[in-house]
């Protein structure tokens, strides 16, 4: 199948400070890509949506300026999550689709573990 | 999206048939029912799809009735290795807005 790839796998980042996670599909082209998080013994939790070339729509109560994504090519989206804070610790997973395909799959990336101390 | 209702958790022990049942009762004529199954601190991976009856694939199988309100994955003889999270997505994946969103899951253990 499709491979999205996700890196870093784990971060850790102090207080404060800004970390950049990226996903790239790598044989496909991604005309949308979906971020989500996951706290331990939990579902996924959608956090945005991403079509290529536009921005982000996101979810309720998830805050756009300190999760900053950007999906500016057909393989690449990022998430920046900005002057992250303990509470930011969570497992974050990308997903990416093209939709201008019959096939209807969503491909996962592997996951980035952040950590916030 | 049609929202989706699974028991939270089954356990069953190793070569034996795991049967999971979602309920998808306010599906939409266009949507798709997708499972998809979650190793801890790794990424859904996808296990099969189907629109209606019976979809099989190498890994597993899906038992969709005639009123489509329910969907059932059925994993023959599962290993160790099978235990996971295993989730039902219900929509339609072709349309452009459409957002995958996942339920709680069901969390599958298997036992030697």
């Known amino acids: 199948g499709a491979v999205v790839s996700q890196h870093p796998s784990r971060v850790i980042c102090k207080s404060g400070t800004s970390v950049k996670i990226e996903c790239r599909s790598l044989?496909?082209?991604?005309?949308?890509m979906f971020w989500y998080r996951q706290f331990p013994k939990q579902s996924l939790m959608l956090m945005a949506t991403?079509?290529?070339?536009?921005?982000?729509?996101?979810e309720q109560g998830v805050e756009k300026d300190k999760f900053l994504i950007n999906h500016a090519s057909l393989t690449l989206s990022t998430l920046t999550v900005t002057s992250a804070h303990p509470e930011d610790s969570s497992f974050y997973i990308c997903s990416a689709r093209d939709l201008r395909q019959m096939n209807t799959e969503a491909f996962f990336g592997q996951g980035t573990r952040l950590t916030v101390v | 999206l049609a929202k989706t209702t699974q028991p939270i958790s089954m356990d069953s022990y190793e070569g034996q048939e795991v049967n999971i049942t979602c309920s998808h009762n306010n599906i939409a004529t266009n949507d798709y029912i997708t499972w998809y199954q979650q190793f801890p601190s790794q990424g859904p991976r996808f296990i099969i799809q189907?629109?209606?009856t019976k979809v099989t694939n190498e890994v597993a199988s899906l038992f969709i009735p005639a009123d489509r309100k329910s969907s059932t994955l059925s994993l023959p003889r599962v290993s160790l290795s099978d235990t996971a999270v295993y989730y039902c997505l219900v929509g339609d994946w072709k349309a452009a807005g459409n957002k995958l969103t996942f339920g709680g899951g069901t969390r599958v253990l298997v036992k030697p």
């Open positions: 189907g629109y209606k």
């Open positions: 044989d496909f082209q991604a005309t949308t």
């Open positions: 991403s079509n290529e070339g536009s921005k982000a729509t996101y």
